[in-house]
């Protein structure tokens, strides 16, 4: 155990990391201290370029070798990871702190199976025997909730969902018992009722071997969830430190407040329900179907699908990852040619038009992509990209009178016309992409995931936008995402999709409030509280009602 | 995996047919009369007629090339002036210079190119990954700098200078073997073997210098994914980072050049085997080209592309084999 017992487990102080980049040095980590002790768990929290996955990468010291220079000290039970001899470095990682990281499809080597990874780690840590590394591969990864894990260890990374790889590197970290488990940003590519299930594990197991936890996260939920202490940084220092409680509902920094103020809340206030009454009705899908592939191997990616949409009225769209929101949002606006069921646009039917027949509806069907770096040219200037889409007749100067005006309106400054998409931000980009679907001047606009990819203060930012857009021009607008609370925040009227059917429609409030299908309560209370007792609540709630295993 | 075979195979076909056509309307653009030189120096045109008549060169083009379809297909005759001579299927037809049967021809110089190709690529495998992979163990240090300006200088050496410098260092100056001469494998395996050391050395050595580029900058490019990181985080060693995890990057991009190259070396290693004398499909190429052998120059060239497309089709089924995730289809 502890050979002190009043010496923090983890002990950091004046932590500064700097990386050399193309324009100078950036201080990625400023001075930042911090304590946490044996099986007490700390959240990070904060928006991208804050610097918190560099904290936690010196825990580990993964900084060694990568040119990034590391000052201060830290100091994991005891060893320094960025001083340690190599040997002592090798016992630390993943013998005393074991890191869960993000994204668990790369994180894990795709050639090998998953039992014989886990092995491979023990036995760098216990001399133990080839076969008894194995049985311990496998007890962790039923642990961890792995159905049939004897002979679930024997698949490769690619055959697990991700769900399962990410309980997968859970089990890898537990394997060494470690006192320490860092975990970056664990959940972030895992769907809402996944999260859950991991979080629940993650708090089950902490309680269970009393490990301490480092949790990386932008996810204030996540945080309140999941940690006893929450550290807000921004810039690469520390904002607020105290008890999740306290800094998540009485937030003493301003900052902390704004972020709070950010963050979509399913119990926050609904959106004004000021938009117009009826307007003209737009788009109107019956029993709309979409099969991919052919013969045995054909799969159904949206089923009948039946919604309408009026102008001025924003509707919802969430599922999950497969739900098929996506296949139906680009049906919508026919990128996608529906395999059955109707789609009228303003009273005509476009389900079935060739391409030919669908260009007088093109310009006024658009579509916002989610993620604005990929979705826009990187050769060319964002206000090239955007007088594409202006409708065609004019003078040149008229075009970029019209394009200087539509960046003016969604908030950027009409003088960077001649600048390209790698000088902007995500949420300057995204706003880029709104330009461009509004350049064609249309009436309805399909956003797929747009500020997913965004900070939350970006997203409140953007979701404003579209927003005020909407009622300004009196669009129709299907707003589709996978997070339910920023769903809430924007939509009129939400569709709730599963496997490919719609299971639930109607006004916000309703489906929000009073919830008739299972799976939509089920997905409702998976979202992340804010308020750590109630999470508690929530946590309790879903031990008593386990979900299917197998995710 | 079946459809796959079959989708592969039938495409396989159509290359070697349109590669067929390619090298006849080819063999007609070109100038020299092969009958005039089936029939040597003193020839008269009645002479030069009746040689033109039992080569089938009167007959026009197409109809020539569907004879050559017939023949590969279901065999066809010859008259040789005197009687008939049956070419059974698959044939490629007789040499205008020889009136050997072609496909004859390529079995019996085969096995002197198989062997040239089979054990470069067994030196390229050894010594060029074995390179690459200790440059990227040792990225940064003396040891990788030395082996960077070895494969460039590798890569800059043509094969006949390398195979050159090695003839006169080891036979001439050194004297520690005789210089080559090829014995076939089923007459004396280890004379064969000591005969091909020198070819397989040149000709593997030259290759290597590819495959050493190409496997560090893999086994780099998967240092750098994600689940590397993984393993580093979990006090994994460099070295068996490398080895372990990151030298299976290196993996399907070797197996598909290799496939390549030694489907291509198949269809033979020209300059080495005219270096070293061996007599394989290479030289055997050239001499039909020169002596404007129409029969000789399409059926080396049928089967060389043969063994690329067949390689081809190996080092697909190798890749699935080796990384789970594909899916042949």
Known sequence: MTPTADRPLVDVRDLTVEFDAADGTVRAVDRLSLTLGAGRSLALVGESGSGKSTVAAALLGLHRGTGARVTGTVLVDGTDPATAPPAALRGLRGGTAAMVFQDPLSALDPHLAIGEQIAGVHRLHHPVSRRAARARAVEVLGRVGIPDAARRARSRPHEFSGGMRQRALLAMALACDPRLIVADEPTTALDVTVQAQILDLLHELRHETGTALLLVTHDVGVAAESADEVLVMRGGREVERGPVARVLTAPAAPYTRRLLDAVPRLDGPARTPAAPAKGELLLEATGLRREFGRGRSAVTAVEDASLTLRAGETLGLVGESGSGKTTLGRMLVRLLDPTGGELRYRGTEIGRLDERGLRPFRRELQLVFQDPASSLNPRRTIGASVADFVPPGGSEARVRARVRDLLDRVGLDPDRYDAYPHEFSGGQRQRVGIARALAAEPRVIVCDEPVSALDVTTQAQVTALLTDLQAELGLGLVFIAHDLAVVRRVSDRVAVMRAGRIVEQGDAAQVYDAPRDPYTRRLLAAVPALDPALAEDRRAHRARHPEPAGT | ?329
Request: glycine share 10%; proline share 5%.
């Open chain 2, 1 to 329: 995996m079946t459809t796959y075979l079959l989708r592969r195979l039938a495409g396989a076909a159509l290359v070697l047919l349109a590669l067929s056509v390619l090298v006849y309307a080819l063999f007609y653009v070109v100038p020299g009369d092969p009958a005039k030189l089936a029939c040597g120096e003193r020839c008269n045109p009645a002479q030069i007629a009746q040689v033109r008549t039992r080569l089938g060169l009167e007959e026009g083009v197409f109809s020539q090339y569907l004879h050559f379809l017939q023949g590969i297909f279901a065999g066809r005759d010859y008259s040789t002036g005197t009687g008939l001579v049956h070419c059974d299927a698959p044939c490629l037809g007789l040499s205008y210079q020889t009136d050997q049967q072609v496909t004859a021809l390529i079995l019996e110089r085969l096995p002197a190119t198989a062997s040239l190709a089979l054990g470069a690529l067994v030196v390229w495998l050894l010594v060029g990954v074995g390179t690459g992979l200790l440059s990227a163990l040792r990225r940064g240090g003396p040891t990788e700098r030395i082996l960077t300006v070895l494969t460039l200088a590798g890569t800059g050496t043509p094969v006949f200078i390398l195979g050159l410098l090695l003839l006169m260092a080891v036979c001439a100056q050194l004297q520690w073997l005789p210089f080559p001469s090829y014995v076939p494998l089923g007459e004396d395996p280890e004379q064969w073997a000591w005969n091909m050391l020198l070819p397989w050395t040149a000709l593997g050595l030259f290759e290597s210098a590819k495959y050493a580029r190409l496997t560090r900058s893999s086994v780099l490019e998967t240092l750098a994914e994600d689940h590397i990181r993984t393993f580093r985080a979990y006090g994994v060693a460099e070295r068996t980072l490398v080895t372990r995890h990151a030298l299976r990057g290196a993996v399907p991009p070797v197996i598909a050049i290799s496939a390549v190259d030694l489907g291509s070396m198949f269809g033979g290693a020209v300059l080495t085997e005219s270096l070293f004398g061996i007599p394989g499909l290479g030289r055997t190429l050239i001499e039909g080209v020169r002596r404007v052998d129409l029969p000789v120059v399409v059926g080396v060239t049928l089967v060389m592309g043969l063994f690329v497309v067949l390689a081809g089709v190996l080092a697909d089924l190798l890749h699935a084999a080796a990384d789970r995730r594909v899916v042949l289809k």
